[in-house]
C-alpha cells in the first residue's frame, strides 16, 4: 500500500542555517505530495503541496520538488528560524489512498538562537 | 471565524466513561476525517465523512463511533474509555480527491486516568 517514509528527528539547527528534510514515498498511482507544519499545541498547517512530476511547491521559504524518478519530495529551506521550530510531516494523497492522506511519522526541529 | 473548530480542546475523564468530541466545519468541505495522534507525533486516520456517508474506517476499536448529522459535523463518540485510547484527536476537512489538501481543527488532548 502508499506509505511515506521522512527522516527521523530531532533535527537541531543554529539560526540561520540551511535545512533539509528528506521524504520518500511508495504509491501505486500519481500521487499528490504534501508537507505540513505543526506548532507547539496546534493543529497540522498546509505548508506547501506538489500535485504531479517537477512542480515545486513553495511557502514562507521552503520548497519542495516533486521528484518521480527518485519518488521524493525533500523539504528544504535557506535559512531557518526559531519561529520555525515545529514538527513537520510529509504526506500523499493518491486513487490508492481514495484520495485520503497518509502521513509519514513527523520531523521534530528545533532552531536555536 | 475559525475554519475547522472541535470542542472540547482538553478532556479528561476515567476508564470505563463514554465521551463525545465535536467537530465542525465552516469551509463548505465535502468531506471530513478523524485522526489519532500518540504520545510520538504519529498520526492515524480513523473515519473519514463523504456527504454523510462513511466511506473508510480503519482497524479501529468498534468503541469509536463517528456521528454526522450533516455536511458540515462530525461528531466522535467513545464508549468504555481505556487508558490507551490518550491521545490528541484531530478533526479535519477537505473537498474529495487527491490533490486537495486538509484543514485541520486545533486538536482535542484527551487524557484517560
Known amino acids: 500500500g502508499d506509505s511515506v517514509t521522512q527522516m527521523e528527528g530531532p533535527v537541531t539547527l543554529s539560526e540561520e542555517a540551511f535545512l533539509t528534510i528528506n521524504c520518500t514515498y511508495t504509491a501505486t498511482g500519481y500521487p499528490s505530495l504534501f508537507w505540513y507544519v505543526q506548532y507547539p499545541g496546534e493543529g497540522l498547517q498546509l505548508l506547501l503541496k506538489a500535485t504531479k512530476a517537477d512542480d515545486k511547491g513553495s511557502n514562507k521559504g521552503f520548497e519542495a520538488t516533486y521528484r518521480k524518478e527518485t519518488t521524493s519530495f525533500h523539504l528544504e529551506k535557506g535559512s531557518v528560524q526559531v519561529s520555525d521550530s515545529a514538527v513537520y510531516f510529509c504526506a500523499l494523497s493518491d486513487l490508492g489512498s481514495q484520495g485520503n492522506l497518509i502521513f509519514g511519522k513527523g520531523t521534530k526541529l528545533s532552531v536555536k538562537p | 471565524d475559525t475554519a475547522v473548530s472541535q470542542t472540547p480542546k482538553y478532556l479528561v475523564t476515567q476508564m470505563g466513561n463514554d465521551k463525545s468530541i465535536k467537530c465542525e466545519q465552516n469551509?463548505?468541505?465535502?468531506?471530513m476525517y478523524w485522526y489519532k495522534q500518540d504520545s510520538k507525533k504519529f498520526l492515524k486516520i480513523m473515519f473519514s465523512?463523504?456527504?454523510?456517508?462513511?466511506?473508510i474506517n480503519e482497524t479501529v476499536p468498534n468503541r469509536f463511533s463517528p456521528k454526522s448529522p450533516d455536511k458540515a459535523h462530525l461528531n466522535l463518540h467513545i464508549n468504555s474509555l481505556e487508558l490507551g485510547d490518550s491521545a490528541v484527536y484531530f478533526c479535519?476537512?477537505?473537498?474529495?480527491?487527491?490533490?486537495?489538501?486538509?484543514?485541520f481543527g486545533s486538536g482535542t488532548r484527551l487524557t484517560v486516568v
Open positions: 479535519a476537512s477537505s473537498h474529495m480527491g487527491q490533490g486537495h489538501g486538509y484543514t
Open positions: 469551509l463548505g468541505h465535502d468531506t
Open positions: 465523512y463523504n456527504n454523510k456517508e462513511l466511506i
